[in-house]
């Protein structure tokens, strides 16, 4: 998954100004308790990351973006 089909994804899901929320302040136990924004910035690939919001929020991903 490239970086802007994973940003669409989020907003989406989330909304735009909740998305760059959620990547910034919500700290997610699937990424090793990070955010979003420090998990790309630690090199974890797009769809490691994608796959983490999708289990953090089940009922807030629709099935057709994950």
């Given at each position: 998954?490239?970086?802007?089909?994973?940003?669409?994804?989020?907003?989406?899901?989330?909304?735009?100004?909740?998305?760059?929320?959620?990547?910034?302040?919500?700290?997610?136990?699937?990424?090793?308790?990070?955010?979003?924004?420090?998990?790309?910035?630690?090199?974890?690939?797009t769809?490691?990351?994608?796959?983490?919001?999708c289990?953090?929020?089940?009922?807030?991903?629709?099935?057709?973006?994950?």
């Open positions: 998954m490239r970086l802007t089909d994973f940003w669409s994804r989020l907003e989406e899901a989330f909304g735009p100004g909740y998305a760059a929320s959620i990547a910034r302040d919500q700290v997610l136990a699937q990424l090793g308790g990070r955010t979003i924004e420090q998990a790309f910035a630690s090199g974890e690939q769809h490691v990351v994608w796959r983490a919001v289990a953090a929020y089940p009922d807030r991903v629709p099935a057709r973006l994950r």
